[in-house]
């Protein structure tokens, strides 16, 4: 009985001391959690040649060798399973908020509105938006797409791009580039309007397309991860990185591996 007393009173004191002194739950930071997981989820294209596609099964392009080369020096001393799930123009910001992923590496451009909702690293790559068209089309110029049926990825800034510089284009939207690329090879659309890395990819598909010189904006790629107090430990670890990888010459390398006929960030 006298056990049983003690132990009551024990427990009195316990809640006593939290109730005067707050007994507060510990918070992990954000890199803390990050390196308490034993498996890190990258957001990575299944669907964009030559960044970021599936081939037997496995995930291969530029964005995938940027992020093994990235993480694998990120998680150099800790034992990590990398692991890559596919995202798309329209879920990526939901997964990542939602923690269904750690970070995305998956073509996503820097913006201002982006950057209300989630982080960015430095770029590690340059885009720029073009239009590919038919070898035969009489399309020279964006002011020609007014008027037309054209083909961009919906909720990237290439559809915001648009409409502000051809107004009077008909926007006929597509979820993934492949989709796009069946739209012009089925006459649906009479261009294609997006980034150039990606628009390259698709020349590889099949003969008889082209993309027009003329570049109308400057698209930097850049890993997402996200937006949370305490992150600038994993942001700062990261930039270091990519830079280390530029001026190592291994983005330069991964470049020349996947696209080299595009801009490039020096």
């Known amino acids: 009985m006298k056990k049983k007393n ?19 739950k510990q918070t992990l930071t954000p890199y803390e959690k990050l390196t308490k997981k034993e498996e890190i989820k990258i957001g990575v294209k299944s669907d964009s040649i030559p960044f970021g596609y599936l081939e037997n099964g496995k995930y291969k392009g530029f964005d995938i060798d940027v992020a093994n080369a990235v993480f694998s020096k990120f998680f150099e ?26 970070f995305i590496v998956a073509i996503m451009s820097i913006t201002p509105q982006r950057l209300e909702v989630v982080d960015f690293t430095s770029p590690y790559f340059v885009a720029g938006q073009a239009i590919m068209i038919k070898n035969d089309s009489t399309i020279k110029s964006i002011q020609d797409l007014n008027e037309q049926n054209v083909t961009v990825i919906l909720g990237t800034t ?36 997006g980034d150039d890395s990606i628009l390259y990819g698709l020349l590889l598909k099949e003969k008889g397309y082209k993309i027009l010189n003329k570049r109308y904006t400057k698209e930097y790629y850049a890993i997402a ?14 930039n270091a990185i990519i830079d280390e990888l530029q001026t190592s010459g291994e983005l330069n390398k991964i470049k020349q591996k996947w696209i080299p006929q595009t801009s490039f960030l020096n």
């Open 158 to 193: 290439g559809e915001k791009t648009l409409r502000q510089l051809a107004p009077n284009s008909y926007i006929n939207g597509a979820k993934t580039y492949d989709e796009a690329f069946l739209k012009i090879k089925n006459g649906e659309t009479e261009a294609i309007y």
């Open 77 to 102: 001393l800790e034992n990590k399973k990398i692991t890559f799930t596919t995202v798309t123009a329209q879920d990526k910001i939901m997964k990542l908020n939602s923690e269904e992923i750690d």
């Open 225 to 238: 991860l996200r937006k949370e107090k305490g992150n600038e430990i994993i942001k700062n670890k990261l």
């Open 6 to 24: 003690i132990i009551i009173i024990l427990i009195c004191l316990i809640f006593s001391s939290c109730f005067l002194t707050g007994c507060k």
